[in-house]
């Protein structure tokens, strides 16, 4: 079983900078792949960003490409998303998610076996 516990939202004003962490325990963190989906009240959860096993590979959609990057330590079991440029529209409950790399789809939230509680992310304007 694959464990995620996200932490690093906030609440912080348009233009600011935030990085969310997600810890992964449980099974080799070197061999999943690894996204963030984000969901805002009343609308379905939506892709932000993912990475491949090996760090090589990096997917970003396209609302937050330039502003968000998200990247990967192996040592530490951890996956960060480090938000740049926040909007009031990046507001959200953010999730951290894992998947076994079979070469599908980075942004399909359906493709992820394990997810974690989420964290809450608030900009203002």
């Given at each position: 079983?694959?464990?995620?516990v ?11 900078s ?7 325990s ?8 690894l996204g ?11 892709f ?12 970003y ?6 502003r968000f ?11 960060y ?16 998610a ?28």
């Amino acid at each position: 079983q694959v464990q995620l516990v996200e932490s690093g939202g906030g609440l912080v004003q348009a233009g600011g900078s935030l990085r969310l962490s997600c810890v992964v325990s449980g099974r080799t963190f070197s061999s999943l792949d690894l996204g963030w989906f984000r969901q805002a009240p009343g609308k379905e959860r939506e892709f932000a960003a993912a990475i491949s096993w090996s760090g090589g590979s990096t997917y970003y959609a396209d609302s937050v490409k330039g502003r968000f990057t998200i990247s990967r330590d192996n040592a530490k079991n951890t996956v960060y998303l480090q938000m740049n440029s926040l909007k009031p529209e990046d507001t959200a409950v953010y999730y951290c998610a894992a998947k076994y790399s079979t070469g599908r789809s980075h942004s399909a939230a359906y493709e992820y076996n394990y997810w974690g509680q989420g964290t809450q992310v608030t900009v203002s304007s």
